[in-house]
Each structure stands twice: as structure tokens, then as C-alpha cells.
């Protein structure tokens, strides 16, 4: 890769200081029954990392199965026609390999890292449980990963400070028709209710090679991968069609506040946001302005809140990207003595400033030179979540061009102090959100009250 | 592990299938040839004339530069009544340094992009900065500021103080802490530095002075107490002459390290109940005292661990996990250190099955006294020897495998041997290494869970005495925040 730093110094640079070339060669073709793929070589260390991406998640669940995307991502763990129950982690790791999955509103992606010369190991595997995954599901399979996923939700929800408010979020934040409105774990109930039949529909409907992209990063050979590709994948069949999901943003009409009890020490505030969806026009600006409002000492929050009236503990922003449209979130933690309404009277205080006053250079500079940073960090890996097959994967998902590292860094760089506060303005407004107040057991008078405007 | 019957026609009719028409043998997954060969890293290693030894490994690939700062200065070195007083110390060092306050030394670090953190552990004080190549002579001189110069002003001790009183607070709520809390306690007891937490306790954070900061650091913060490892798109004769520039000033002194007190193995088995009531899950710790990182059963260990609980095809995590559903996930580890840290093996478990769900647990770690079968020794050790070069992907990594080479004193082939020394694991070793280190006769367990609810259930177990806690007994009173008068 060394090499990619000479041929930034022959193309002439935007910006008088553009810094590092952040790019990612690639080849990409589609195999007929149209599996995208993308091929990354990086010969740093001997590992290779398979990547796949299906082009579903929470959002294209039916009303009565939410969490099934998820709880099918647990199902392609265990087991294909080819691959007995148990054997894919036992056959990757004994090839020296380690493998996760993940599911989102958006989509489910699957990763193997692995040693280079069992490249074909992974490809047996991922194409195995695309191509044959039904031949061998049982209703007893189902009740496994049904329990399990009840764990995860336990621990990652019920038995964690604050963990309900994730699952009433959705639910304030979007109307109940929405693909979003409801959490991507989904509910007991629904967890108990799905049915082995839901698990070949959800599988003939969503996981043909078609609403798939598989991309390999690693220390590999481009033609020999492609090879190896056609060989294990090409004898899949298609899956139909599938119509886009495509839901406009959908706007609040008045400011939602609710207040949760939670077996906590400290009441914490969690005041959320419509926003513009991944890498439509908008989305950069929140990054930079949540950057701006919490990311450092210095930060707008993070300075008046922790550093100088030290009434939080913590603060944060971020902006929650998804396809269809995103959510901008602040969430901030009192110290012992205080409230949430003196809380989000600072917060609302630093977003008008935002509004009415735009960001200075330094801000701006210093946000953007963060994110440039990330970037350069995020070309280490090959394998694993973020690593650079997962990042071929989702900018090809999310913007149809795996190459749209170097654009994505664009995005922040030629941004101007005026358009953040000018989306500020426009997407950080005060009768249209969700407030969310966590206090302790019997203390809500700790809780963010409405304040009259 | 449950196994299936292949359908038999599809057995039969895999290999014509893949003769006639380029479709792929499936009938078994695909041979794979020998694996590649890991290009360890290869470790220089200099000196200043201060006798800061400074440890560089190049890294091409990506225009980056980790430096990190050891120091031989961990919460081991905390005096009597002054528990958290490393921690803090590192934790001041970026809050002023070099005549910039806080907010102007991380403004100047942030508009780089670059990453600075400091932390102390048990042994070690650690500055980490991770900077893009074309900043490193920027960011650099405020490294030398932060290690060097630090303020230790008292407004910023206070400030540091309450967040961490704080933190503590908030750790009641949350199981896995209090599990950590009482298995410590439990494995170390009190009085020994790993039985407490390295970030200390409410008394003695409360009774910290900057004077008493000011005066750990000037003990233990010295170049021949330290090593300085650097990784990254540069060379020894790039870097040298700047890190002689910042850190050359930087005055050697004899450090004298208090003597190691040993600690008593674990002795019978005792549980410790401690009540979180509602809770939807039990936490679950079961251990005793583990190896140094110095033990000749180092790579027997590996290898051991792995098959009990160190993958996701561990016996631990089959069983609890996939098998019976108790659980998200099951693991184990020895947690390896200069002296002999924990064993541990762990899970959150679904409230209703705690007393199964140790029923699994004993099963296993009696289980792994037994001989293991040849193909889960190979298994295990392609899984620890052929994933070793993840550790080397990126700069923060390499950074700190080179931490290990310093802290625990090892040879430069660490790296270049270690596929060898996994590989020469026999399942003789394994059965010796069991017996040694994995008696559950002799083990603490600790349950942070709806004591009302798993109470009966573990006492039917008979696994040996139930001492029970509340939070409070665990964790202490709720600290006030401010310092002590």
C-alpha cells in the first residue's frame, strides 16, 4: 500500500493540504445469479477476510416476528445440507478461523477471518448456507438460537443500566407503521411466536444470491479469488426480485416526552432527532455537529456540562445513520444533586447557539481533521466489523460504489462552518423530538419536565 | 455436540455431479493446503542516553504512528490509604502539561487528529499516542509534555476525582462489576493489590493530594523505569534523533520497587450469593488463583484454555450456549500477569437456570481433567497458532505485544516462535496443566443475581458454603464526592 502514497503526490490535490490518499483498490463483477463481489489485496499479514452482506434486516420484518432477521442471522450458524449442525465454527476454527455476524435495521452481514489458504474453507461454508441452508433447519434448531437470542436480549437490554429505553425508542421515534418503529432485538413475544415456516419464507425471500454482496480483503490473488467464487457460489439460483424499501423521514409533529424508572443510580437524558439517512445530503453535517457538541474536551456539551459546571457525568452525540432516514442523538448522565431539566437547558442552550451562530474554523478543523484520522486508522484491518471487506460491503450497500471511501472523506472535508449550523437549524428543532428521561426508582421528579418555549 | 446424518443421496450424488458440470464437491468441506507463514515483526531496539530504551517495529502499510509510553508504575505501587493513587496519576497526566490547562492541551492534540490516552493497570502506566504520519512532528513534543511535564494541578485533581467517585457509583448498578468486585476480593482478598480494583477505592481516592501525586510520579516516572515502544510508517533513523530531542532531557533516578507480597491459593469452595433483586440474569464467576505470565506452562495453557472457554467452539460456551440455551455466551481465561493473576470462567445466565447452569459449569471444568481428544487439540491449536497475526494488523496492536515483550522481560523471538510452541502442545501436557491449575475443589463462586429467586436452587447443588452479600457489602457505602476533610 505504500505505493498509493506516490500516486497521491502525481494527482494534483483539491485542497492546498489534502493530506493522506484514502483509497481501497478493488475489482468488483457480479456473478449471473447476481451476487456482487468486491476483491481487496492486502499482503500485510497472511490472513484473508470473507465478508457478506444481505441486503436485510429489521426493517423488512412482518407485523407479530419482530427480532427475526436477527434470530435468522443466529439460524445460518448452524448448520447447511453440507455442513452438520455445530461443524461451520468447529471446521473454520480448526482452520485456524473466527467468525461473527451482525444484524442492523438495514441489513445482516456475516464475516470469516482466516488464515489465506483457507480461503476456500470460508467460501464452502458462506455458500453452503446460501444454497442449502433449508434442506436441514429443524423447528429444534430454531428453539436453540430462540433461547439464546432471549439471553442476548437479556443482556443487552434487561439486565443493563438504562437498556429499556432501546426498546421503546423505536416506538416514540416512528409511527407504528414504520419499518423502523420497532427495536431490531425484538420483543419476547415475537421471539416466542416465530415459527419454522417463517424461517424458509424469510430465507427464499431474502437471502437469494441476488440481495447479496460478498467481498474479500486479504492476502489473496484477485484471479485466483474470482475463481474460487464462481466455483462455490455460481450454482446458486436466484431469489425474486425485491421491491426497495423506501420510506420518506418521517416528521414529528410535536415534541414526545416520556419518563422510564430504572433500577439506576443516576438519571440520565436521551433526547433524539429526525435526521437525513446515510450519505444523503445532511448526514456529514450531523456527524461534524455531534462531533462539534461532544466529541473532546473542548466540545460544546462536553465542556459547559462535565469540564466546567461539572453537573454530568457524561455526555454524548452521535448521529444513529441508517438508510431510509437516520436519528441524531444526545444523551447525557447528572451527576448526584442534579436534574435533567437543568441538563437539557444547557443542551438547548449550545444547540441555539449552534443555530444562530456558525461554528469557527478551529471547530470545524478540528472535527474534520478527527474524521480524517478515522479514516486512516479504518485501512489497517481487512477482516472483522469496520474492517475493509465490511467497508467495501457497506458503501456498496449504502451508495452503490465500494470506491466511495475517498467521496465519504470529501463529504467533511469541503464542508463549511455555515452548513452545520445551518442543518442545525433546520433538523435540531424543539417541537419536533423525542425526549426520553431514566431515573432512578421512584425519583421522577428528577426527569426532564416540558419547559414552556 | 450434536451430530446429524448427511442426507445419503445427496453424499452419492456430489462427486458425478461436480465431474459433469463445474459444480463443487460439497461431500466434505475442501482440503486446504499448508497455511502461510507469519513474517513476525522485526524488533529494534535503542537506547537514549538517559537509558530510555526505546522498542520500534516499522509498519508500512498505512501512514500511521503509535507511540506508547511504559512506565513501571502501576496500582501495585499504591501506598496504604492512598488506593487509586497511580491511576490517578496517569490520569492526570493530560489534564496540563508543558504550560497548556487541560482544554488547551486537548485542542492541541484533537486539531491533529491525533489520539492521546493515558491509563494505569496493575503494573504499568501507559501513555498511548496514535497520530497520522504527516502530524507525528507536531504531535510528538506534546507526548514529551504530557510524560514530562505534567501540571498536577489541584482544581484538575478535584475535577478527575468526583468523575471517578462518580464511576463508582454507577459500577452498583451494573452486574458484571459487582462480580468483578467480589471475585477479586474473593481470588486476592482485600489487603492484596489484586484483590482491589487498579483504579482504587472511594477512601483513598478521597484522600489524594496533588503533593502526593507530584510525589509518585517523581519517584516512579524516570526513563530507566520506562521503555518507549514506537510503531509505525517510520525508521529508527527517522525517529531517533526527535526522541532524543523531547525525552533526552528527562533525569535518571535509582527506583526502588517494594517487595511482592504472594498470595494463598483459593482453599475449599465457597459461594458468594450477592443480591441484585429483579435481575434477568445471573452473573457468574467461578476461579481461583491463576499463573504468572512467566510460567513454563505458558503455551500448555493456551492451548487449554482454548478448548475450555477461549472460543466459540470452547466446551464452556457449547454447552451453555448452544447445547442448553442458558446463556449469550460462556468463557474462561487466565489472566496472565508479572505474578499470578486469575483463572476465571464466566457467563450472564438466564435467572431460572443459575443452579443449572453451575450444575454445566462444574461439569466442563471437571471435564477438562480429562484426556482431550486429538482432533479438538488440533483444532484448538490452528485456532491460537494460525490466528496469532491478527495481533500485528494494526499499529495500536503491535504496540502493545511489544508492552508484553518489555513488562514481562521476554526475548525478541516471542513472536517468531509462539506457532511453534502451540504446535508442540501434546494432550499429555494438557492433562498435566489440568491438574495443576484446575481444581474445583478448590475455587471461589461468585452469582450477582435475584437471590429470592436461584437462593434454593444453589443450595440443593451442595457445592460448599453460601456466604451471602448485599451490593452494599460488595461495593461499600455510596461515596460522597469531594476529597476527605
New interface residues.
Given amino acids: 500500500m505504500k505505493p498509493l502514497l506516490t500516486i497521491a503526490m502525481l494527482v494534483v490535490p483539491l485542497l492546498p493540504d489534502s493530506g493522506d490518499d484514502i483509497s481501497v483498490p478493488y475489482t468488483q463483477f457480479k456473478l449471473d445469479n447476481g451476487l456482487n463481489v468486491i476483491i481487496h489485496e492486502d499482503h500485510t499479514t497472511p490472513l484473508v477476510s470473507v465478508n457478506i452482506w444481505y441486503h436485510v434486516g429489521s426493517a423488512r420484518e412482518e407485523p407479530g416476528r419482530t427480532g427475526f432477521a436477527h434470530l435468522f442471522e443466529h439460524i445460518m450458524f448452524e448448520g447447511s445440507a453440507h455442513v452438520p449442525e455445530g461443524m461451520f465454527d468447529i471446521w473454520l476454527e480448526g482452520a485456524g478461523g473466527v467468525s461473527n455476524g451482525s444484524t442492523t435495521e438495514d441489513r445482516t452481514n456475516y464475516w470469516e477471518n482466516l488464515p489465506s489458504n483457507a480461503l476456500e474453507m470460508a467460501l464452502f461454508l458462506e455458500s453452503d448456507r446460501m444454497g442449502f441452508l433449508l434442506e436441514v433447519v429443524s423447528p429444534e434448531q430454531v428453539d436453540g438460537q430462540r433461547d439464546v437470542v432471549k439471553n442476548e436480549r437479556r443482556q443487552s437490554y434487561e439486565n443493563r443500566p438504562y437498556g429499556s429505553v432501546w426498546e421503546k425508542f423505536p416506538g416514540l421515534m416512528y409511527p407504528p407503521d414504520h419499518p423502523y418503529s420497532w427495536p431490531v432485538i425484538g420483543s419476547m413475544a415475537d421471539l416466542s411466536a416465530a415459527s419454522h415456516a417463517d424461517v424458509t419464507n424469510f430465507f427464499k425471500r431474502y437471502y437469494g444470491p441476488n440481495n447479496a454482496s460478498l467481498s474479500i480483503a486479504g492476502d489473496v490473488d484477485v484471479e485466483e479469488v474470482r475463481r474460487l467464487v464462481n466455483k462455490w457460489f455460481g450454482e446458486i439460483p436466484s431469489g425474486p426480485k425485491l421491491p426497495e424499501l423506501n420510506v420518506p423521514m418521517p416528521i414529528l409533529s410535536e415534541e414526545k416526552r416520556l419518563v422510564l424508572e430504572d433500577k439506576v443510580q443516576l438519571p440520565r437524558l436521551y433526547m433524539a432527532w429526525h435526521t437525513p439517512g446515510y450519505f444523503k445530503a445532511g448526514d456529514a453535517e450531523m456527524d461534524i455537529l455531534a462531533s462539534i457538541l461532544a466529541d473532546g474536551k473542548n466540545s460544546r456539551l462536553y465542556k459547559r456540562l462535565v469540564f466546567d459546571m461539572q453537573i454530568a457525568q457524561d455526555v454524548n452525540a452521535f448521529q444513529a445513520s441508517q438508510k431510509m432516514s437516520s436519528a441524531f442523538i444526545i444523551i447525557a448522565t447528572a451527576r448526584g444533586g442534579h436534574t435533567l431539566s437543568e441538563l437539557e437547558a444547557v443542551i438547548q442552550e449550545e444547540i441555539d447557539k449552534l443555530v444562530s451562530d456558525a461554528p469557527t474554523d478551529r471547530e470545524l478543523a478540528r472535527a474534520v481533521n478527527q474524521f480524517e484520522a478515522q479514516f486512516l486508522r479504518r485501512l489497517e484491518r481487512p477482516g472483522s466489523f469496520g474492517g475493509k471487506a465490511d467497508l467495501l460491503n457497506s458503501y456498496y450497500f449504502y451508495t452503490g460504489d465500494p470506491g466511495y471511501f475517498a467521496k465519504d472523506l470529501e463529504r467533511y472535508k469541503r464542508m463549511i462552518p455555515a452548513e452545520v449550523s445551518a442543518s442545525a437549524k433546520q433538523y435540531l428543532k424543539r417541537d419536533a423530538r423525542v425526549i426520553i428521561s431514566v431515573v432512578p426508582e421512584g425519583k421522577p421528579e428528577l426527569a426532564a419536565k416540558e419547559v414552556s418555549p | 455436540?450434536?451430530?446429524?446424518t448427511?442426507?445419503s443421496i445427496?453424499a452419492l450424488l456430489?462427486p458425478f455431479a461436480a465431474a459433469l458440470s463445474?459444480?463443487?464437491d460439497?461431500?466434505?468441506?475442501?482440503a486446504?493446503?499448508?497455511?502461510?507463514?507469519?513474517?513476525a515483526p522485526s524488533v529494534e531496539r535503542l537506547w537514549l542516553k538517559n537509558g530510555l530504551q526505546i522498542i520500534l517495529v516499522e509498519k508500512?502499510?498505512?501512514?500511521?504512528v503509535q507511540i506508547n509510553l511504559q512506565v513501571m508504575a502501576g496500582s501495585v505501587l499504591d501506598t496504604k490509604g492512598n488506593f487509586g493513587l497511580a491511576s490517578m496519576t496517569a490520569d492526570l497526566l493530560d489534564e496540563g502539561a508543558g504550560g497548556r490547562d487541560?482544554?488547551e492541551l486537548?485542542?492541541a492534540i484533537?486539531?491533529?487528529?491525533?489520539?492521546l490516552s493515558t491509563r494505569a493497570g496493575y503494573h504499568t502506566s501507559v501513555i498511548s499516542l496514535?497520530?497520522?504520519?504527516?502530524q507525528l512532528d507536531a504531535a510528538l513534543p506534546l507526548l514529551a509534555d504530557v510524560a514530562l511535564k505534567p501540571a498536577f494541578a489541584t482544581a484538575d485533581l478535584d475535577?478527575k476525582r468526583?468523575?471517578r467517585l462518580?464511576?463508582m457509583?454507577?459500577a452498583?448498578?451494573?452486574?458484571r462489576s459487582i462480580a468483578s468486585v467480589q471475585f477479586n476480593k474473593a481470588i486476592f482478598g482485600k489487603g492484596h493489590p489484586y484483590g482491589r480494583s487498579a483504579s482504587g477505592n472511594a477512601a483513598g481516592l478521597k484522600a489524594l493530594t496533588a503533593k502526593k501525586i507530584g510525589k509518585f510520579y517523581n519517584k516512579y516516572y524516570r526513563p530507566n523505569n520506562a521503555a518507549l515502544i514506537v510503531v509505525g510508517d517510520i525508521t529508527a533513523d527517522e525517529i531517533m534523533p526527535q526522541l532524543e530531542r523531547y525525552f533526552g532531557s528527562w533525569k535518571k533516578k535509582r527506583v526502588k520497587t517494594p517487595k511482592w507480597t504472594d498470595v494463598s491459593q483459593v482453599r475449599g469452595r465457597t459461594i458468594y450469593l450477592v443480591d441484585k433483586p429483579?435481575?434477568?440474569?445471573s452473573e457468574i464467576r467461578i476461579g481461583r488463583v491463576g499463573v504468572p505470565r512467566n510460567t513454563v506452562d505458558y503455551y500448555n495453557l493456551a492451548v487449554l484454555n482454548t478448548i475450555l472457554g477461549g472460543?466459540?467452539?470452547s466446551r464452556l460456551n457449547?454447552n451453555l450456549?448452544?447445547e442448553?440455551?442458558?446463556?449469550?455466551g460462556a468463557r474462561s481465561s487466565f489472566n496472565m500477569r508479572p505474578h499470578a493473576g486469575p483463572f476465571t470462567a464466566s457467563a450472564?445466565?438466564?435467572t431460572d437456570v443459575t443452579d443449572k447452569a453451575l450444575t454445566e459449569f462444574m461439569k466442563e471444568l471437571n471435564g477438562i481433567l480429562e484426556e482431550v481428544p486429538a482432533e479438538e487439540l488440533?483444532?484448538?491449536q490452528?485456532?491460537v497458532?494460525?490466528?496469532y497475526?491478527?495481533n500485528?494488523?494494526?499499529?495500536a496492536r503491535v504496540a502493545s505485544q511489544l508492552q508484553n515483550l518489555v513488562l514481562y522481560n521476554l526475548p525478541d523471538e516471542t513472536f517468531s516462535r509462539y506457532a511453534e510452541g502451540i504446535y508442540e502442545v501434546t494432550s499429555r501436557d494438557l492433562m498435566e496443566a489440568a491438574a495443576k491449575y484446575i481444581d474445583t475443589g478448590n475455587m471461589a463462586i461468585i452469582v450477582v443475581g435475584d437471590r429470592q429467586a436461584v437462593e434454593e436452587g444453589i443450595q440443593a447443588l451442595n457445592l460448599g458454603t453460601i456466604v451471602y452479600l448485599t451490593i452494599e457489602e460488595v461495593m461499600g457505602p455510596?461515596p460522597t464526592?469531594g476529597a476527605s476533610k
Avoid: C, W
Fill in positions: 455436540m450434536k451430530t446429524r448427511l442426507p445427496m456430489a463445474q459444480v463443487p460439497r461431500s466434505q468441506p475442501p486446504i493446503g499448508p497455511p502461510p507463514e507469519m513474517k508500512h502499510d498505512v501512514p500511521l487541560a482544554l486537548a485542542d484533537d486539531y491533529l487528529g491525533a489520539n496514535n497520530t497520522p504520519l504527516r475535577r468526583d468523575e462518580t464511576a457509583i454507577q452498583r448498578d451494573e452486574a429483579g435481575a434477568a440474569q472460543a466459540f467452539t457449547q450456549r448452544e442448553h440455551g442458558y446463556s449469550y450472564a445466565v438466564q488440533s483444532k484448538s490452528n485456532y497458532a494460525l490466528g497475526p491478527a500485528f494488523q494494526t499499529v455510596v464526592l
